[in-house]
């Protein structure tokens, strides 16, 4: 396995026993029965990465706004159907298509800035699922029918996060809140295409569960961080579409998938909208992600193996198999060999494995690594450089 440098990775360690195993995960938008003509179904869309269409701007675009602050006043009864109504208009279908005009697949999104036209959603919804990246081409419908043809601004797979570009928009745009703040048991609605055919259905649930966890269905290697679990009713056809904070009217997740599992309700859950913020701005402003490297090529090692590299039972971490010629890491002084077992006081191991860890650094960043050679612990400093 390497980190973010473009050497190939070994194969995916299996799953820990503390993490979910035999997870039934359906990405419920970019609904894809093969190449169809129109939307039906549930078939799993493919998250593989690429197809980033770059951004040419003469300046750098402003970031989309801060989250504001909740109100402090509680809701009538009449809560939720006054956000459906009143934040409805601004929630779109999302079109993937061939060349050729034929659909590929479907989800949701929304608009979170009408003025400059751009539109937030997941990244395995504009994903091709022939595997060769994005879609041809998008579009987005309106509640009202209209639609708009749209380009890939970019996608991140790894977050699962992806921005469209449709030109100015008369709507309102949806503010994106501060997903820390809402509390378990708050009342969210999810507004979505359910099944790629009922155009802005409405559910509404609570808030069930904050900085949920779950496997990448397609990607192994990756977790998906920071996960907002509710029951709010989430099917095919949903991803991309906002979950909204009742309370405040603000979107504090994205949704992206739901757990099937027998005898399992109301799983669903949906990217943080603190984590989308920080995507999406990135996204708009340089057309991709760009996350910091070590530069080393390494493997995993279990707690089961650590006593053979004269480590303590149940320790783990990866070992360095290879560092790269002029990368941080050979400025660090890092050497094959080197057992690493912590980035910033993270332990690394099955559940936190060090690609998903490095998803939260970018280029410039300073992390230490502590790192075991031959039997005695140390802490090094690395400045990450670029892919």
């Known amino acids: 396995m390497a980190d973010p440098l473009g050497a190939p990775p070994a194969a995916a360690p299996p799953r820990s026993s503390n993490s979910p195993r035999g997870l039934s995960l359906l990405l419920v938008g970019a609904i894809v029965g093969g190449i169809a003509g129109g939307v039906a179904g549930g078939a799993v869309a493919r998250r593989d990465g690429g197809g980033i269409a770059p951004v040419t701007a003469t300046a750098a675009p402003a970031p989309l706004p801060p989250a504001p602050s909740p109100p402090a006043s509680a809701q009538d009864p009449s809560a939720v159907a006054a956000v459906a109504e ?102 969210v609605v999810a507004i979505g295409s359910a099944l790629g055919e009922f155009r802005n259905s409405v559910t509404a649930g609570v808030v069930s569960g904050k900085g949920r966890r779950l496997p990448s269905e397609l990607r192994r290697d990756i977790f998906l961080e920071d996960l907002i679990q509710t029951d709010a009713a989430i099917s095919p056809g949903n991803s991309g579409g906002p979950l909204i904070w009742v309370a405040t009217r603000q979107v504090i997740g994205v949704n992206t998938l739901v757990l099937r599992e027998p005898g399992s309700e109301g799983l669903g859950f949906a990217v943080s909208s603190n984590t ?28 089961r193996q650590a006593p053979s590299l004269g480590l303590p039972a149940g320790a783990t971490g990866i070992v360095v198999t290879e560092v790269v010629p002029g990368s941080p890491g050979a400025g660090a002084g890092i ?36 790192i075991v050679r031959n039997g005695r612990e140390q802490v090094t400093d690395v400045v990450l450089g670029r892919p």
């Open 335 to 370: 050497r094959p060999g080197d057992v690493i077992t912590k980035v910033n006081e993270q332990r690394i191991d099955l559940e936190h494995p060090l690609l998903t860890i490095m998803l939260r650094f970018r280029p410039g960043d300073r992390v230490s690594l502590t």
């Open 276 to 303: 989308v913020r920080t995507i999406a701005d990135e996204l708009i402003r340089a057309g991709r992600v760009e996350r910091g490297r070590i530069g080393i090529v390494y493997e995993s090692f279990t707690g």
């Open 86 to 187: 009143a934040l409805s208009p601004s929630v779109v279908t999302v079109v993937n298509l061939l060349a050729d005009g034929r659909t590929l697949g479907s989800g949701s999104g929304f608009v979170v800035d009408a003025e400059r036209g751009y539109v937030v959603t997941n990244s395995h919804v504009v994903s091709d699922a022939r595997g060769t990246g994005s879609g041809d081409a998008f579009e987005v419908i309106f509640p009202d029918s209209r639609r708009v043809d749209a380009r890939l601004v970019g996608q991140d797979p790894d977050t699962d996060v992806a921005v469209l570009e449709i030109g100015r928009q008369e709507v309102p745009a949806l503010t994106l809140g501060d997903s820390d703040a809402v509390p378990s048991g708050a009342t």
